[in-house]
């Protein structure tokens, strides 16, 4: 694995994700504390809790991360606390390494790949404003 990784999930829920952000707080995981610094809640506008459908999620998104075996059993930890909290939950996982051929994606309850988010997407950055530049041509 590379030096930097982007990284990010989701985690889908049948159960109120800001209970499972909790119970992350109270395990105290220097891991979990680590992920909680940059995720994100989403509620759906209209759930229930008494359907069986989705609920709300719990994104995570860095761009600089340093993607090492402590990140690793700690997202592992994650995702079977997950499975502990809501046994209908849905998650996906994608990694961009610095190499073009580091990379992952999987999901985890989801055979249907119905999660479409977060995905990767290899792009450019050219380190410059290009607006801010005079143009070649015009």
Same mark, same amino acid.
């Given at each position: 694995?590379? =030096?930097r990784s982007e990284v990010g999930f989701c985690i889908e829920f049948t159960k109120d994700p800001e209970e499972f952000v *909790?119970?992350? $707080?109270?395990d105290g995981r220097d891991a979990f504390k680590d992920f909680l610094l940059y995720m994100y809640i989403e509620e759906l506008p209209n759930a229930t809790l008494e359907e069986e459908e989705p609920y709300g999620y719990v994104h995570f998104y860095h761009n600089h991360w340093k993607? =090492?075996?402590?990140?690793?059993s700690g997202f592992n930890d994650l995702i079977q606390m997950a499975?502990?909290?809501d046994e209908k939950f849905? *998650?996906?996982?994608? $990694?961009?390494?610095?190499?073009?051929d580091d990379t992952e994606e999987e999901w985890y309850n989801d055979d249907n790949y119905e999660l479409e988010y977060p =995905?990767? !997407? $290899?792009? !450019?950055?050219?380190?410059? +404003?290009?607006?801010?530049? +005079?143009k070649v041509e015009e």
């Open positions: 694995m590379g =030096y *909790a119970l992350m $707080r109270v993607w =090492y075996e402590d990140s690793v499975e502990e909290f849905k *998650a996906k996982f994608v $990694r961009l390494g610095e190499e073009a =995905y990767m !997407i $290899r792009s !450019i950055d050219t380190g410059v +404003k290009l607006e801010n530049l +005079k």
